[in-house]
């Protein structure tokens, strides 16, 4: 008998979700390339990148394509390693294998709300870093955890467990994606802040509509119910009275 229940509860959650569309790697790369965009033109020519979580290596790739030297790691069993398309070398997630003062630039993409040890993660990236380079960090926004909230709800009837490792719930992790928290957050581990902007692009954890809604037309959205992401541009500050 509970089993006939839940059957019925899944054909009649399937009856009004039907349209909502799944994520596609081609919608994924539109958001990712419309956010890379955002941060090319702060990188200076001939840069040496280092980028965090690199995942197939595609950004690496058009960053490579600008002229560029870059290296891309990713931990062992990220998802999209099986579809590389740039040398992403695999490392621990803990020790970045890289001399000190290496990299131009840092650059990440949706990576540090997974990191859970923020704090000794920020020395390896400052360590690998140039005095004078720049940490390219693009952050989800807390804009993004809750519409993402509100769009499980509609599309899985149930509020899944927090998207990164620094909430204890779902819904306490809104105020761990708030630009203060991060802004505190880097201020801590000796970092001065040159800017804090928006990907100017709204969508979501569960891409409702996906393609349907064109990056245009996202990018018009965002004006009215928020950016996704918050990008953060940083670099060392003189003083390193916390390590």
Known sequence: MKTFFIKI??????LFTFWIFNQTQD???????????KIIKKIPPKSKILEIGGGSGWQAKI??????????????????????????????????????????????SNVLEHI????????????????EGLAIHIIPS?????????????????????HGEHASSTFIEI????????????IFNNWDILSID????FYTGNSIFGDKISIEKRILLSKILGSSCNIFILKK???????
Not at 149 to 160: E, G, H, M, Q, R
Not at 198 to 201: F, S
């Open 198 to 201: 928006v990907n100017n692009l």
């Open 175 to 186: 105020f761990f994606f708030k630009k203060n928290w991060w802004k505190k957050r880097f």
């Open 142 to 162: 807390a804009t993004w955890r809750i519409w993402t909230i509100l769009t499980d709800l509609v599309k899985s009837w149930y509020i899944p467990r927090p």
């Open 63 to 108: 960053l490579e394509g600008l002229g560029h030297k870059v290296s891309s790691i990713d931990i062992e069993n990220s998802f999209y390693l099986k579809e590389k398309i740039f040398d992403v070398q695999t490392y621990d997630g803990i020790k970045i294998p890289f001399n000190n003062e290496e990299f131009d630039i840092i650059f990440s």
């Open 9 to 14: 509860i899944k054909n009649f959650r399937k």
């Open 116 to 131: 859970k040890e923020t704090n000794k993660y920020q020395k390896e990236l400052y360590r690998v870093l140039k005095d």
């Open 237 to 243: 500050t003189k003083s390193i009275d916390n390590f």
């Open 27 to 37: 919608f994924l790369k539109k958001i990712r390339e419309h956010e890379l965009q």
